[in-house]
């Protein structure tokens, strides 16, 4: 079993700053994966970052240059550092991490939590 929990979201102006956490915790062996993902109302759920274990990134357009995402092996946790956020930002945002139990990778998705960009 594993279990995969976000924090960190909230209310924030625009222009401001949020850092989402994401931990992954239980029978895991590896974690070859650790992505954000968000979802606003009625749009579909959308790619926002990525972090593999070797460390390499990805980012959606629409957030490069304001958005970072790290991640802590030790830990199993994934950070997104979101600064100069816009409105349009809003969403619910999930946390997504491909796990290795034994030889094969399962996809575990967190709760979420909710980033409203808002005056």
């Known amino acids: 079993q594993v279990q995969v929990v976000e924090s960190g979201g909230g209310l924030v102006q625009p222009g401001g700053s949020l850092r989402l956490s994401c931990a992954a915790s239980?029978?895991?062996?590896?974690?070859?994966?650790m992505n954000w993902y968000r979802q606003a109302p009625g749009k579909q759920r959308e790619l926002v970052a990525g972090?593999?274990?070797?460390?390499?990134?990805n980012y959606a357009d629409s957030v490069l240059g304001r958005f970072t995402i790290s991640r802590d092996n030790a830990k199993n946790t994934v950070y997104l550092q979101m600064n100069s956020l816009k409105p349009e930002d809003t969403a619910v945002y999930y946390c997504?991490?491909?796990?290795?139990?034994?030889?094969?990778?399962?996809?575990?998705w967190g709760q979420g939590t909710q980033v409203t960009v808002s005056s």
């Open positions: 997504n991490t491909l796990v290795v139990v034994g030889l094969i990778e399962y996809p575990y």
């Open positions: 972090i593999r274990s070797s460390g390499s990134t």
């Open positions: 239980g029978s895991i062996s590896s974690i070859n994966a």
